[in-house]
């Protein structure tokens, strides 16, 4: 079956440092892969965007990278702050489908 | 403010019951998309309408229904409740029913949080 998979332990890191967060997918193969920020109690916020025939999208502090090779997109998010922390989720759609499939995310923690 | 507004933000109900839930697309979106999210499970998507046409069902229970009205509000309705409904139920929209070279950005909604005593 299809498959996103994130790393659901949660990511500790100190302020300043690069955070990344790891999606991987299998028996899939999305046209492109979006990630998202969910807060506690609210709604997931679009992030960045990147399509199959995209390396690499940056946006500030955020960059996305998309190996079609390894079905896998990182994350990253460079002198992160500690209102940084949240859950960041993959998200991933096949061409065609409008059907976005989330993955579990990823809880970042940003230590001051 | 997303621009998706979602009603009621709280709910607290009891088994066995029915309850509505309710969904303002963002302005000039057509698509509405449901979402349960349990404690510590991932989005799972319920139902999808375009244009007030139903377009795609995932792991929506036969117990749940859900509807687009003319003026693109969207209602989830679910009943007869178990203990396991208790969960956020998210509504999100995007301006797009399908599209095949671009991408589905969805708005997310702040969501209605059912708890089922």
């Known amino acids: 079956s299809q498959k996103i998979e994130q790393n659901s332990e949660a990511l500790n890191i100190q302020e300043g440092k690069t955070a990344t967060l790891t999606c991987n997918y299998t028996?899939?193969?999305?046209?492109?892969l979006q990630w998202y920020r969910q807060d506690p109690g609210r709604g997931p916020v679009f992030l960045l965007l990147?399509?199959?025939?995209?390396k690499e999208k940056r946006k500030e502090r955020l960059k996305v990278t998309f190996d079609t090779t390894l079905k896998q997109s990182l994350f990253h998010i460079t002198a992160s702050q500690p209102a940084d922390s949240a859950t960041y989720l993959c998200?991933?759609?096949?061409?065609?489908?409008?059907?976005?499939?989330f993955g579990r995310g990823t809880s970042l923690i940003v230590h001051p | 403010d997303s621009g998706v507004t979602q009603t009621p933000k709280h709910l607290i109900t009891a088994t066995g019951q029915r309850v509505t839930l309710r969904c303002s697309p963002r302005s000039g979106d057509l698509s509405v998309y449901w979402y349960q999210q349990s404690l510590d499970q991932g989005l799972q998507f319920l139902i999808q309408?375009?244009?007030?046409?139903?377009?795609a069902k995932g792991n929506i229970l036969e117990r749940f229904s859900a509807q687009q009205f003319p003026d693109l509000h969207s209602e989830l309705n679910l009943s007869s409740l178990e203990l396991g409904d208790s969960a956020l139920y998210f509504c999100a929209s995007s301006p797009q029913g399908i599209v095949l070279s671009g991408a589905n950005v969805l708005t997310f909604g702040a969501g209605s949080r059912l708890t089922v005593l």
């Open positions: 998200v991933a759609a096949e061409g065609g489908s409008y059907i976005p499939t």
């Open positions: 990147i399509r199959e025939n995209e």
């Open positions: 309408y375009y244009n007030g046409e139903e377009r």
């Open positions: 028996n899939y193969s999305p046209a492109y």
